[in-house]
């Protein structure tokens, strides 16, 4: 099958297209024959050598990628949750290596739900890894309710544009950090107040928030904590939390897989609730240019790899 591969860390110019074995599912397993599968950050930071590169360091063939949607090809010993010729979409094995810049992928069959009936892969494929992260920090960590206030840091990126969506899925009130150009999308999406964070000081002119969601880290985590209520909590996916007093909460989340979650997030995109923004669809032989892209950082929404191209 063809696959992305690289020999050591570096730059997007150590991607390239290789052909190696197919994977065959042990029990429990499903193999999936890829569509599609989208790129994120933590895959060009686990390229350049840093990310989950020690995982990956394992002898064999460093193949990239976690967000996957495509067809159930064959099903392992004691797989009763999916059939032959099924679409679905997932996260698989992270933070494993997930291998998804391939024709082909192998995982628990846990690890993936059906695709929702509403998106073609390109779109489902942009969706696990985002809006994983946001419903596990939001819903399942934040356990976010109506009426409260939660900001928003980056929310016109990739977790963060999926994050305004559910959070006002929740009948929580949003407000989002970014730059003015974008304030018109994410009002789209639903967000109630928007801070253009290059002329406005977020950590002065916000109070009384319930949750921050902090998708950005460095100063941004100590400088969130003034705008949150006593007994707030203050979430961040960068790095861990900096401020142990007992004002207000902290935690830092890693996404895991999760059909459960998914299967909560397909509901929300089949009746039109959320939705996910594709920037740009590429062939799989051009990862290099995707991950130039990504790092760039002048793209709105996902950049998708069409393996089937």
Do not use: C
Not at 166 to 191: C, E, N, P, Q, W
Not at 235 to 260: C, F, K, N
């Amino acid at each position: 099958m063809r696959a992305i591969s690289q020999d050591g860390p570096g730059g997007p110019e150590v991607l390239h297209l290789v052909d190696v074995d197919r994977p065959e599912p042990i029990p429990t397993e499903v193999l999936v024959r890829v569509h599609a599968t989208s790129v994120n950050p933590v895959d060009w930071k686990t390229r350049s050598g840093s990310g989950m590169f020690s995982r990956f360091a394992d002898g064999g063939p460093m193949i990239l990628g976690w967000d996957v949607s495509g067809v159930v090809e064959e099903v392992g010993p004691g797989v009763n949750r999916f059939e032959v010729g099924d679409e679905v979409y997932g996260f698989p094995r992270f933070p494993h290596p997930g291998r998804t810049y391939a024709e082909y992928v192998t995982a628990p069959s846990r690890h993936f739900a059906r695709k929702p009936a509403n998106l073609d892969h390109h779109h489902a494929a942009a969706v696990p890894l985002v809006a994983l992260t946001a419903w596990q920090a939001l819903v399942e960590t934040a356990d976010l309710r109506p009426g409260q206030r939660v900001l928003i840091h980056a929310a016109a990126g990739g977790v963060g544009h999926v994050a305004v969506q559910i959070a006002k899925a929740r009948g929580a009130y949003v407000i989002g950090t970014a730059t003015s150009g974008k304030h018109d999308f994410l009002r789209d999406l639903g967000a109630d107040e928007l801070i253009d964070y290059k002329n406005t000081d977020f950590a002065t002119a916000v109070r009384d928030v319930d949750v921050v969601l902090d998708l950005v880290g460095g100063d941004y985590t100590e400088r969130s904590i003034p705008t949150l209520r006593p007994g707030g909590f203050l979430i961040t996916i960068p790095g861990g939390a900096t401020d142990h007093s007992a004002r207000v909460r902290q935690t830092w989340v890693l996404v895991e897989p999760d059909y459960h979650g998914l299967d909560q997030i397909t509901e929300l995109i089949e009746r039109g609730a959320l939705r996910v923004e594709v920037a740009t669809v590429l062939p799989l032989a051009e990862a290099a240019r995707a991950h130039e892209m990504g790092e760039a950082g002048r793209t709105r929404g996902k950049i998708v790899l069409d393996t089937t191209l």
